[in-house]
């Protein structure tokens, strides 16, 4: 079965870190782009990796917070989430995409997601 399945959130105070992964199974992605989406609000593209070439793109609201790497001996791309803030609070998303410009229109692949909350 091609799938790709998240794990790692949770809840974390304001200020803290957190880890999120996205495994791939039974195919290897292009790239991978992490989405986020809170309540009321549109899905966002957070962050991507090209898993060939080893590009990153971030979104400006986390650049320098948020680190995204990719294992592919393991098949598995993370996203490490420091300094999280209240507003960090979103379901996220990872899913494999055709172009690293964090827009939802090239997703071909979506994982079912994994929530994180920010709050004291």
């Known amino acids: 079965q091609l799938q790709l399945v998240e794990s790692g959130g949770g809840l974390v105070q304001p200020g803290g870190s957190l880890r999120l992964s996205c495994t791939a199974s039974g195919f290897t992605p292009y790239a991978i782009t992490w989405f986020r989406q809170a309540p009321g609000k549109e899905r966002e593209g957070v962050s991507c990796?090209?898993?060939?070439?080893?590009?990153?793109t971030y979104a400006d609201s986390v650049k320098g917070r948020f680190t995204i790497s990719g294992d592919n001996a393991k098949n598995t791309v993370y996203l490490q989430m420091n300094s999280l803030k209240p507003e960090d609070t979103a379901d996220y998303y990872c899913?494999?995409?055709?172009?690293?410009?964090?827009?939802?229109?090239?997703?071909?692949?979506w994982g079912q997601g994994t929530q994180v909350t920010v709050s004291s």
């Open positions: 899913a494999e995409v055709l172009v690293c410009d964090l827009k939802v229109r090239t997703v071909i692949k």
């Open positions: 990796i090209n898993n060939r070439s080893g590009s990153t």
